[in-house]
């Protein structure tokens, strides 16, 4: 299966990309996406788990994923 990975602000700069596409097997979960992109080359910056929501709507790392959802990256923001 594939899914869309986006990602924001510093994950994006760390990636060089907006986007990604994440190529998944069997019963994949957040936590499994996360590691995929972690594996990827400059993604040392991003820490173990961070936020992330599926489809617009926020999961947790055990939240199954499906062929085409859209998986966004959560960076922390600083308000003032």
Known sequence: MTVTVLLFASYAEALGASSLAVELVGDATVADVVAKVRARPGADRLPPMTLVAVNQQYADAASLVRDGD???????????
């Open 70 to 80: 859209e998986v966004a990256l959560i960076p922390p923001v600083a308000g003032g």
